[in-house]
């Protein structure tokens, strides 16, 4: 590759300079200096809402700056629309993927691309052999996870042979098996001498993958380097926030005592599409995990319970009552709330501010009825939620677009609490949230069973279901495959029973 052996003489491939960019008032960028050479991993780490992805939208030219300016092999590059970051051969892996939903996953990798179908669909096959990516090219986009959409904007950048790739929080959605699999095209592109910029709040994989690594905060980069010349504890340091206020609050652990109590939720013999006879119960005050890989039918089994979903067979009592099959509406009513995974499909109205989106779902229950509710009320509420939960925000009637990823979610939380459910529901909690936020939504879900609710917690995260449950079901191929309590829970046990890998202690299948 050229330059590439004559090392640091060369010009970076990608070099950003005193990058500035405001929304509004609010300052996100201040400054910003930035450069990856060819095969170099540069990680991105930093707070959320610290302007990680508008920077990477800016390379992207999916925003444009108000002041920089951004070089590619050292010569100055008019970006600002993305077909001119594309055909500099740049392409960005966003945080919340943007495919089209009514394409197939064929359709929408291919789109834009002139040459012989044939040889494309060769090309792809081969990335996906490489990945070790099973998936049904017809399917429609608007039927795949998260973790599947990132995956097809991966191979859109692949097909594209991008020479810089950007990826904004991957592995926050995905399974451990896929981590892996993406690590290794990750390295292989590396040595390939492909230039990356890889966005993540973990710092684990910083050292397994990056060559350099900047910390983030406020729109200033604030640490800048090789990895070798530092250790996990300085990046750690690097990115506590100076705010005491904002240092963890590690709360005793309260135990279950299961004997004393009646089971809010029970699931008996329940089937649906994607999962067969599911039966369990939820106590009051517990978190109660529900782990398994992509595609187990975890999240079709909670769209179920929460009415969105067709029952096919089985039973959902709730407080001794049934309410097998309910819309969506009454269950609701009932005292069941839902956090989904996809907060932008399902979980707000971007076009509403922060203030009205955490009280909407006041309005479709009893107890506020039918009666509009006045501003002052909805402010005060939705103030209430953003002091408890630390949500950065501006102003309450700001739209809930501009929040960072962390934020919105926090703004979801929120209004599913506003009601509040006996039951909570959350898919995927903390997916692409950075440590900081990650922490208060964890001291969210704690606060919410030392209140009683029982909490329902379906995550990929197996750390994050060590870390916070009571009890954990594993779910593979659609069957509950093995129960856990909080002393049995190990990250091992969890991940073999995920991917179907018998225990010693094997509930049959
Ligand atoms: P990160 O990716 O580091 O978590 P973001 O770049 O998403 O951070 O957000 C940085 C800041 O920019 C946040 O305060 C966020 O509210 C604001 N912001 C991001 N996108 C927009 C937008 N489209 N309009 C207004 N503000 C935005
Ligand atoms: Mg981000």
Do not use: W
Not at 329 to 337: A, C, D, P, S, Y
Not at 348 to 358: A, D, G, V
């Amino acid at each position: 590759m050229a330059g590439n052996g004559s090392g640091q003489s060369s010009a970076p491939r990608l070099q950003i300079r005193g990058i500035r960019k405001a929304f509004g008032q609010n300052v996100v960028l201040k400054g910003i200096d930035m450069s990856v050479r060819a095969g170099e991993v540069l990680a991105l780490i930093g707070g959320n809402g610290a302007g990680k992805s508008t920077l990477m939208k800016i390379i992207m030219g999916i925003y444009t700056c108000d002041d920089g300016e951004i070089l590619i092999d050292g010569q100055p590059a008019r970006l600002g629309k993305p077909s001119a970051s594309l055909a500099a051969g740049i392409y960005l892996v966003p945080q919340e993927p943007l495919l089209f939903p009514n394409m197939t996953v064929l359709e929408n990798i291919l789109m834009g691309f002139n040459e012989n179908e044939g040889e494309l669909k060769k090309r792809l096959a081969k990335h996906m052999e490489e990945l070790g990516f099973n998936l049904n090219l017809q399917r429609k986009a608007n039927t795949l996870s998260i973790a599947e959409q990132q995956l097809v904007e991966l191979l859109r950048g692949l097909m594209r042979n991008a020479q810089v790739l950007i990826l904004d929080e991957p592995t926050s959605a995905l399974t451990f098996g896929e981590v892996e699999a993406l690590f290794k095209v990750v390295k292989d592109l590396r040595r390939k001498g492909i230039s990356m910029i890889y966005i993540t709040h973990r710092l684990n994989e910083v050292f397994e993958i990056a060559t350099d690594v900047a910390i983030m905060r406020d729109g200033v980069i604030t640490l800048e380097g090789p990895v070798e010349k530092f250790t996990k504890e300085m990046l750690i340091q690097g990115l506590l926030p100076q705010d005491a206020a904002m240092q963890q609050n590690t709360r005793a652990y309260v135990p279950v005592r299961y004997e004393a109590l009646k089971p809010v939720l029970q699931v008996k013999n329940l089937t649906g599409y994607g999962f067969k006879n599911v039966t369990f119960d939820l106590y009051p005050g517990e978190i109660l995990g529900i782990a398994g890989v992509v595609g187990a039918g975890r999240t079709e089994l909670i769209s179920t319970i929460f009415g969105r979903d067709k029952t096919l067979g089985g039973q959902v009592i709730l407080d001794g009552k049934d309410i097998t099959g309910l819309p969506t509406k009454r269950v609701l009513q009932e005292g069941i709330n839902f956090v989904p995974e996809d907060r932008h499909c399902h979980g707000l109205f971007k076009i509403r501010s922060i203030s009205s989106n955490t009280t909407s779902a006041l309005l479709g229950t009893q107890k506020i009825g039918k009666v509009n509710m006045d501003r002052r009320q909805q402010k005060k509420i939705a103030q209430k939620y953003v002091d408890d939960f630390r949500t950065k925000i501006v102003s309450l009637e700001d739209l809930i677009g501009s929040l960072s990823g962390g934020n919105q979610q926090k703004v979801v939380i929120a209004r599913a609490l506003s009601t509040q459910p006996k039951v909570v529901i959350l898919d995927e909690p903390t997916r692409g949230i950075d440590a900081a936020a990650r922490s208060d939504v964890y001291s969210i879900i704690r606060q919410l069973k030392d209140a009683g609710v029982a909490v329902l917690m379906v995550s990929s995260d197996i750390e994050e279901v060590v870390e916070l449950a009571d009890r954990a079901i594993t779910v593979f191929q659609g069957r509950i495959n093995g129960e856990f309590s909080r002393e049995e829970i190990t990250q091992d046990v969890l991940t073999s029973a995920s991917f179907g890998i018998a225990q010693e202690r094997t509930v049959h299948a």
